[in-house]
């Protein structure tokens, strides 16, 4: 079954990101290290997502909803989200993965609103900062 990716806006996510079920797929490149990123989000670089769309799925075991961004989630973000789309419809199985979304104008956006950007460099993120 084909599903279609919904986008949700920053503050949606805000007050989503806190519960368990919820994955943040950052698959913006270098831009991470030097950006910082929304607390708690994993990183899955765009160059070489598709090689790692399974361990990014064993990853999020027990997480029914995925947010992918980029850094404006014009290309990066939607097209790596259309890639898990793809790889769960080959697969034939769902992984329990119900919602793929994608972060309205990216971490830019996340940014110039004025949200909590994390600057810690532990891999992966604990999330606990601000
Ligand atoms: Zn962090």
Redesign the pocket.
Known sequence: MARSISYMTGSQLLSLKRRPNIAIVDVRDDERGYDG?I?GSLHYASGTFTDKIPDLVQEVQGKDTLVFHCALSQVRGPTCARRVVDYLAEKKEDAGIKNILVLERGFNGWEASGRPV???T?IP???N?A
């Open positions: 990123h607390a994390c600057r810690c532990d993120c604990k999330g900062s």
